[in-house]
């Protein structure tokens, strides 16, 4: 018969021993692989194509595209997506198709223009990159500016009255113009996209660039975010889309600006909120810097509103 002492013992030495491991079918799954994300890139004006990955914000996008080239970050004045042409309809925004071929525009030559605002508006509708360039996006037909052919859609804004407008986000250069006093002339300096000779021409010839058209059929973005990692996301549902659409235009009436991701961001903040004075309060939490008028909360959640009925 086995002694008290002697089960005593044999109970402590199975403790020492190492768990079993488990079986096949209780080993925890292996965590999913994240996909490597490489886009495809070009130089508006022309280069051969190169590849990027690795990057979470504009500014991060930015330096891999000039490391790619070998040129300064500081060089690229925006990108647009599957067009190597200045248009700001294939602006590159807060969002990019995992097949989407990205274009970067690049410093050109230098201008200044002189300017005399006859009339409160100037006919200007500003954006900027997310790294420092605030550049012009639309030009109003029959505007002050529309009458001055050297400005040009594309172009960035580097001074205003020689004062320095580097850095600036879109709303603040958009109040800076505003606040300019009438019948007093100022000047302009610009900065255009470089642009190929016979550019084109150029492209339409050779197979090496990619046809403009768009290129992902997928239903995947990747969402750059100003704070925080990118994140690969669904493409925006038909609501989304009109919703971010709407806001948009209320953003360049009241501020002068254009901006598609503030527009998302706004769309999806209304999404957590269930009253115009709720959205009002997340809106002062997470865009607070932007000082919205309490009439343009109230107007945008109406558009908002009106997106969701239109869509069903």
């Known amino acids: 018969m086995e002694t008290t002492e002697a089960r005593e013992a044999r109970g402590a030495e199975a403790q020492r021993l190492p768990a079993p491991p488990p079986s096949p079918a209780e080993a925890p799954a292996a965590p999913r692989a994240r996909p490597r994300l490489v886009f495809r890139t070009q130089l508006a004006h022309g280069s051969p194509t190169g590849k990027i990955e690795g ?22 004045l925006f990108c647009t997506l599957n067009s190597h042409k200045v248009d700001m309809q294939k602006l590159l925004g807060g969002q990019i198709g995992l097949e989407d071929f990205i274009f970067a525009h690049v410093r050109g030559e230098t201008k200044e223009v002189e300017v005399t605002k006859t009339e409160d508006a100037l006919g200007l509708t500003i954006t900027d990159n997310g790294a420092g360039y605030a550049f ?57 996209p470089k642009r190929a000779f016979d550019m084109i021409s150029q492209r339409s010839r050779s197979s090496k660039y990619p046809m403009e058209a768009k290129v992902s059929s997928g239903r995947e973005t990747l969402r750059l975010r100003s704070g925080g990692a990118a994140t690969v996301e669904e493409v925006p549902s038909e609501f989304e889309e009109e919703a971010s659409r709407r806001v948009d235009d209320l953003l360049e009436s ?24 709720e959205f009002a309060r997340h809106l002062d939490s997470v865009l607070g810097e932007f000082a919205f008028p309490d009439e343009f909360v109230v107007e945008v959640w109406a558009a908002i509103g009106e997106a969701r009925e239109a869509c069903g």
């Open 254 to 277: 009241y501020m002068g600006i254009r901006d598609p991701e503030l527009a998302s961001t706004m769309v999806e903040t209304s999404k957590k909120t269930v009253s115009v004075q």
């Open 136 to 192: 012009i996006k639309r030009i109003k037909e029959g505007s002050i500016i529309n009458r001055i052919e050297a400005v040009c859609v594309g172009d960035s804004i580097e001074a205003i009255n020689d004062h320095s407008i580097v850095g600036c986000r879109h709303y603040e250069v958009a109040k800076m113009l505003r606040e300019l006093p009438k019948s007093q002339p100022f000047t302009l300096r610009l900065v255009q």
């Open 55 to 76: 990057f979470t914000n504009v500014r991060e996008l930015y330096a891999k595209i000039a490391e790619a080239f070998g040129i300064a970050p500081t060089e690229i």
